[in-house]
């Protein structure tokens, strides 16, 4: 019903930065809820940033001052700007959009596909 393409991510230095990217396609109603997720391996999901639909936003202590959540409601995506890059940044990234999908009262989840993002020392 509905897809979400990540694109933005890459190899960096220490100190760099990247632009991660996400967009919704599909039958999408209303995009309440834009969040970027990361991922280390054998460890779980953890939260990186949220915006909500009146644009408020919340970070993860790690990444605040750092990073930057943004979105354009009328491409339906959302942005993750990552400036100052530190190597425990390294990990996928995954987008997640809480959509109310046209014809449905409900709001779902949907996950994007995830993007390598690796940052050297």
């Known amino acids: 019903q509905v897809q979400l393409v990540e694109s933005g991510g890459g190899l960096v230095q220490a100190g760099g930065s990247l632009r991660l990217s996400c967009a919704a396609s599909g039958r999408i109603f209303r995009i309440n809820t834009m969040g970027w997720y990361r991922q280390l391996p054998g460890k779980q999901r953890e939260l990186v940033a949220v915006i909500t639909s009146d644009g408020s936003t919340n970070y993860a202590d790690s990444v605040k001052g750092r990073f930057t959540i943004s979105r354009d409601n009328a491409k339906n995506t959302v942005y993750l700007q990552m400036n100052s890059l530190k190597p425990e940044d390294t990990a996928v990234y995954y987008c997640?959009?809480?959509?109310?999908?046209?014809?449905?009262?409900?709001?779902?989840?949907?996950w994007g596909q995830g993007t390598q993002v690796t940052v050297s020392s």
């Open positions: 997640n959009f809480g959509v109310v999908v046209t014809l449905t009262p409900r709001q779902y989840d949907y």
